[in-house]
């Protein structure tokens, strides 16, 4: 039988990773109390779900661009290290996002990559718009940190160089 796990509210959610670039595995870890649960997600999910998180918090600020950003000191008084032991759960298939005007927080749902037929479990971190604002610009670091990208197809170059189709197969 699944399980849904509610962290409401979280008292440390962040995107991390755990790795070399090339070999990292992303995750989605969050917290309330003693509760610690890490998620194994995609690097693609992190940048979707990151994207998506700026994107509500654009519209439940109406827009205002006016909002500062959070500042160096803000990012820094909240850890978004991940926290030990970083013991996956499961591995993420499908994430959801939601707003709840009544606790004025951010809920990301992260449902279980399972067989089909198989119900899968599910994991929901409350996050305050304080706690998402933080999260952006360190999971946007995250991701940008990984190998660099050939200026030729897009591709991302390894440390031994890449095969690369717009050089006629020569390596990079």
Not at 24 to 29: A, M, N, T
């Amino acid at each position: 039988m699944a399980r849904h796990i509610e962290l409401n509210p979280v008292s440390h959610v962040t995107i991390g990773t755990i790795g070399e670039p090339g070999q990292r595995v992303f995750y989605l870890q969050g917290s309330r109390g003693p509760h610690l649960i890490s998620l194994v997600i995609e690097k693609q999910q992190a940048a979707i779900l990151v994207e998506s998180l700026a994107s509500l918090l654009h519209d439940l600020e109406g827009g205002d661009k006016t909002k500062p950003p959070v500042s160096q000191d803000d990012f820094f008084a909240m850890d978004t290290r991940l926290r030990e032991p970083v013991e996956a759960l499961f591995r993420v298939g499908n994430l959801g996002l939601g707003y709840s005007e009544e606790t004025a927080r951010i809920v990301m749902v992260a449902y279980e990559l399972v067989e089909e037929d198989v119900e899968p479990n599910v994991v929901s971190f409350w996050a305050s718009t304080d706690q998402v604002r933080a999260l952006i610009p360190h999971a946007e670091a995250i991701i940008k940190s990984g190998r660099p990208l050939c200026g030729n197809c897009g591709r991302a170059i390894d440390q031994e160089g890449h095969f690369c189709p717009n050089r006629n197969g020569h390596l990079h």
